[in-house]
């Protein structure tokens, strides 16, 4: 039997204004991924006047000159149709100046902006739009650049630009989705359910965080803590850079992982430890303890300055390749079961290295730390068991909440990528390398408000259904409890009422009397909960296809032949109705919807809702509330 699921509902006349819909380039200042490469007299922080926000950008061009927004990462053209700014034509009034698209570092055609803008009066904001087809930019290209630029040779009187993001093609308040059960999809196992815990967490060991755990039911614990993994002594449970002593140690990590029935990952020293070590903490934990840690991860982020490393070269490929060679034979030495992964980048050339590579398959030099790195993995002999990535997608002071829902997408690219480099210096063997995500989060440090807000929920959910879909073979959040941090960014462009960021889905409760009490529950923690209830180990996991782009919908067909839905309403202030028609299989007379909302996270509640919903067996209609993550079951 056929199975699928079709969510129906016709689009209406025009478009929902619903901010979310429409990623940024500028808001206050250069957004997600996007960066100021200009040539020109400018501010990227005039404070008058101001369109919305704190900001605008004062532009006083001279001959030639630019103001140029790059993305290194490109900007991929899928849905959007035009590139939205406001001009305010300042004291002097019709500023004169072109546009132009980079396209993967060619630039397109420049254009006038007269040609979309007949006036741009003085001392009043002008909306332009500007077809994205007007700049020879086409569906699927990728836009690596957006110049604001003078071209006639002539000095342009001061004026103002503010709010330049993309426009999504018409997004409404219903959508068509379809699910079909009998697709191929991803088996979900242990590992695809992780998040980090930390040896700093005094907590952990606690009844009441192990109750937080099992509401959860993680599938997966990594363990000892991100860059601390470096500068760790698991012997005396200590720091060897700076002293002290932690809350949590290998015993008390154990027993919380048993006590939920997790897996576990350990992340052995390798900035300032040995691979002896490395063997010694596998006999204490899986041979003396019995603990069964299945995977081992050689260091954390060693491609980057700002972990700890005492090596004679530090931060380099070549040394971390011998020391995974000697840590690995050492470790399964003691016990032959374990997995031992290695860390890196999935791309070629981030983090330079000493010596460069040849890529076998392009021809092309490589020297960034994976390329490196594998090619001397692969002439030591060594596969790695797993390869290991963290993915943070925005850097701090430039968070956008319509960048960040929107970038979940990029996962369609970033697990082929690395799958494909992985082949390319392996060989066949690359074909078979797990790839694990241990550490995903909105922004890669100095949390912000968007941390602890509804906005990072919904990107949590969809990022771990996109990551597990397009091939990651295991996924852990960062974290379960970290610290609040207050003088981060917390823009009024930024959702979000608690003015402090945040890691942890609970509060830390430190420091004292600055955010949260300790153990109460982030919007993340009840998006954790929803996960986990949507997909369980066994579980087939697939994707609905969505006519509502800010509507994004998974699916999972279980062990016993049943159906579950995830859906992630990603607009801000609007519902999507949907009409949900079941063929192959019925729904019975009732649904159970189970979901959190920013309405829910407004008012403080501490609990999922759940309504129960009426269906005629092949027919359920549902509206969908802005800002939620909800799981249907039947």
Same mark, same amino acid.
């Given at each position: 039997m056929r199975w699928c699921i079709v969510l129906f509902a016709g689009l209406m006349a025009g478009a929902c204004a619903d901010d979310f819909a429409h990623p940024a380039v500028y808001r206050d200042y250069p957004a997600g991924r996007w960066e100021d490469w200009s040539w020109a007299n400018r501010n990227m922080q005039n404070t008058s006047p101001v369109r919305t926000g704190r900001y605008s950008i004062r532009v006083e061009f001279y001959p030639w000159s630019s103001i140029f927004f790059k993305n290194p990462s490109g900007f991929v053209v899928e849905g959007f149709t035009h590139l939205e700014f406001w001009v305010h034509g300042g004291s002097a009034g019709n500023p004169r100046f072109h546009i132009r698209a980079e396209v993967d570092g060619v630039d397109r055609p420049l254009v006038s902006v007269s040609n979309f803008a007949s006036s741009l009066p003085a001392n009043q904001w002008t909306r332009v739009q500007v077809p994205l087809s007007a700049l020879g930019v086409n569906p699927g290209d990728r836009i690596t650049g957006i110049h604001f630029r003078e071209f006639s040779g002539q000095s342009v009187p001061p004026f103002y630009l503010d709010d330049i993001r993309f426009l999504r093609a018409t997004v409404s308040n219903r959508a068509t989705v379809t699910v079909d059960f009998n697709a191929t999809g991803r088996t979900i196992t242990q590992p695809m359910r992780g998040i980090n815990v930390a040896c700093w967490d005094w907590y952990l060991t606690t009844p009441e965080r192990r109750q937080l755990l099992k509401q959860v039911g993680f599938g997966m614990l990594r363990f000892p803590g991100g860059s601390t993994t470096n500068e760790y002594d698991w012997r005396n449970n200590s720091n060897?850079?700076?002293?002290? #002593?932690?809350? #949590?140690?290998?015993?008390?990590?154990?027993?919380?992982?048993? *006590?939920?029935?997790?897996?576990?990952?350990? &992340?052995?020293?390798?900035?300032?430890? #040995?691979?002896? @070590?490395?063997?010694?903490?596998?006999?204490?934990?899986?041979?003396?303890?019995?603990?069964?840690?299945?995977?081992? #991860?050689?260091?954390?982020?060693? $491609?980057? &300055?700002?972990?700890y490393d005492t090596h004679p070269n530090r931060h380099d490929a070549h040394t971390y390749a011998y020391f995974t060679q000697d840590a690995m034979n050492r470790m399964k030495g003691v016990d032959p079961t374990i997995k031992v992964g290695v860390v890196g980048v999935p791309n070629e050339h981030e983090f330079t290295q000493r010596f460069s590579v040849t890529n076998p398959r392009t021809g092309q030099s490589h020297n960034g730390w994976t390329p490196v790195l594998l090619n001397r993995l692969n002439s030591l002999g060594v596969v790695p068991d797993?390869?290991?990535?963290?993915?943070?997608?925005?850097?701090?002071?430039?968070? *956008?909440?319509?960048?960040?829902? *929107? *970038? &979940?997408? &990029?996962?369609? @690219?970033?697990?082929?990528?690395?799958?494909?480099?992985?082949?390319? $210096?392996?060989?066949?063997a690359g074909n078979t390398v797990p790839i694990f995500v241990t550490e995903n989060n909105t922004v890669a440090y100095s949390p912000g408000k968007q941390t602890t807000s509804m906005v990072n929920a919904l990107y949590m959910a969809d990022s771990w259904a996109r990551a597990i879909l397009a091939g990651a073979d295991a996924y852990a959040w960062w974290d379960l409890h970290n610290a609040t941090e207050t003088n981060n960014n917390n823009s009024p462009v930024l959702y979000g009422w608690r003015n402090w960021g945040d890691y942890g889905i609970v509060a830390s409760g430190y420091p004292s009397g600055v955010g949260d009490p300790l153990n109460t529950p982030y919007p993340t923690f009840f998006a954790a909960q929803l996960i986990m209830r949507f997909a369980k180990p066994g579980d087939i996991l697939l994707r609905g296809v969505s006519s509502n782009p800010m509507l994004a919908v998974y699916a999972v067909r279980t062990q016993g032949g049943k159906g579950r839905l995830l859906v992630i309403n990603k607009m801000r202030s609007t519902p999507v109705d949907a009409e949900i028609r079941l063929q192959g299989l019925r729904a019975g007379s009732q649904v159970t919807v189970r979901f959190y909302s920013a309405a829910q996270d407004s008012t403080r509640s501490e609990s999922l809702g759940m309504r129960t919903i009426s269906s005629r067996g092949d027919r359920i209609t549902y509206r969908f509330p802005p800002m939620s993550v909800s799981v249907l079951e039947w």
């Open positions: 060897r850079r700076y002293g002290g #002593t932690y809350g #949590t140690n290998t015993d008390g990590f154990l027993s919380v992982a048993n *006590d939920i029935g997790a897996e576990k990952n350990i &992340t052995i020293n390798y900035g300032s430890g #040995t691979p002896q @070590e490395a063997a010694d903490w596998v006999q204490y934990a899986n041979i003396q303890r019995n603990g069964r840690v299945r995977y081992w #991860t050689i260091g954390n982020e060693n $491609y980057g &300055t700002w972990e797993f390869f290991d990535i963290h993915i943070y997608p925005q850097l701090p002071g430039r968070e *956008d909440d319509a960048f960040v829902l *929107d *970038d &979940t997408r &990029t996962w369609d @690219e970033i697990i082929p990528q690395m799958r494909q480099i992985l082949r390319d $210096y392996l060989g066949a």
